[in-house]
């Protein structure tokens, strides 16, 4: 099945179930300059900032948070664009298989049995059934003097990786 554009507008979803419960590969890279993916059960999708030049103000962004030592990091401070590619609960099994082993070490994607799609000069999955496609427009570590409930950094954070949160601004929204 391919995928067609969707407008924000026709846009139904429970983020946090989305996020959370299915999961979604963050994804950074292109066929040339290579790419790398990682699951990620963290995020945000949402509204903020807007342009001088234009009447929206409040633009439609989503959020990841991406440990120091990710080989996606790398693909992530690299690239000017990066993916969100969303899959039925059919591929759990192979997301499991990308958040728990690097890209570093093994062709991961071809081990996982998922198809990457080069395309918008970026890359992501064609078993997804929705993809977001996000131009970076903040990058920056989470600090820990930033955490008014400490217990967090306790819990979260024993080594003090904190996670680099990126914010892009979704630029196009990909669904089957
Ligand atoms: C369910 C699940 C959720 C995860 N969520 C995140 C996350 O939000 N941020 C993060 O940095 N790592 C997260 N991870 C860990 C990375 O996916 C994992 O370390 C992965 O192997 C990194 O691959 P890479 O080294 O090829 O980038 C998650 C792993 C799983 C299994």
């Known amino acids: ?4 554009n969707i407008d924000i507008q ?3 979803l429970n983020p946090i179930e989305m996020i959370g419960e299915e999961w979604w590969l963050v994804t950074a890279g292109n066929k040339i300059n290579g790419y790398n993916t990682m699951t990620a059960s963290w995020g945000h ?3 903020i900032w807007g342009r ?3 009447k929206a103000h409040n633009l439609p962004t989503a959020i990841v948070y991406v440990r120091p030592h990710r080989y996606t990091k790398e693909f992530m401070d690299r690239e000017e664009v990066f993916t969100l590619s969303v899959f039925d609960k059919a591929y759990k099994k192979a997301l499991t298989y990308l958040g728990t082993h690097s890209g570093r070490d093994e062709d991961k994607v071809t081990n996982a049995g998922i198809t990457p799609v080069f395309d918008d000069g970026t890359s992501y999955f064609a078993e997804a059934k929705m993809v977001f496609i996000c131009r970076k427009l903040y990058h920056a570590p989470l600090l820990e003097q930033g955490f008014v409930d400490k217990s967090l950094v306790e819990n979260n ?5 904190f996670h680099e949160m990126y914010i892009g601004e979704i630029v196009k929204i990909l669904s089957k």
Request: charged content about 35%.
């Open 1 to 4: 099945m391919s995928f067609k």
């Open 10 to 12: 026709d846009l139904h």
């Open 45 to 47: 999708i949402g509204a």
């Open 52 to 54: 001088l030049d234009e």
């Open 157 to 161: 954070y024993p080594q003090k990786d």
